[in-house]
């Protein structure tokens, strides 16, 4: 199960966001601060961050560069109500993986939380997924669907938990 920590100081659409995000099968954990969000970060493994850019206290971008500090290729989906085009070039540059304008419609939000997290697979360093795009690039990455052969085999611990919107069959072409 998938992790995600939603750092909102807005108590109604945190609580009901995560609730949301519960019956989407996700694991989830709520901030009301940027201080707090960034010690939930220092305690879990996270999947990915939600995070509002007006907080109390540690403000939305210095919660941002804290967390990157700590775990730069964790996605961070940038959520506001007040948002600029400076500061979502500037949030983008500094690595969040988007920068999503409140309100917001749920199911594009939930699209692009399922591509964050895939994301993220991709660039843990400990993801069998990454190891496996790394030590077998047979085809183009858009053509993956599940992991490689060697991935499969007894010996490697198979069956790996799938990032969540994968399914399909090996990377590896079949053999005639």
Known sequence: MNTILVI???DQLRISFCKLLREENYSVMGAASGEAGVDMVKQQSLDLVILDMRLPGMDGMETFTQIKKMDPKLPVIIVTAYGTTETAIEATKMGAY????????IPEMLNLITQAID????????SPWTLCLISSPVMPLSARAGPCRQCT????GWPRPMPPSWSGESLAPARN
């Not at 988007?98 to 419609?105: I, M, N, Q, R, S």
């Not at 994301?119 to 400990?126: L, V």
């Not at 085999?153 to 490697?156: E, G, L, R």
């Open 8 to 10: 909102d100081d807005d």
């Open 98 to 105: 988007d920068y999503v304008l409140k309100p917001f419609e």
């Open 119 to 126: 994301a993220g697979y991709f660039m843990n360093p400990r």
């Open 153 to 156: 085999k007894p010996s490697a």
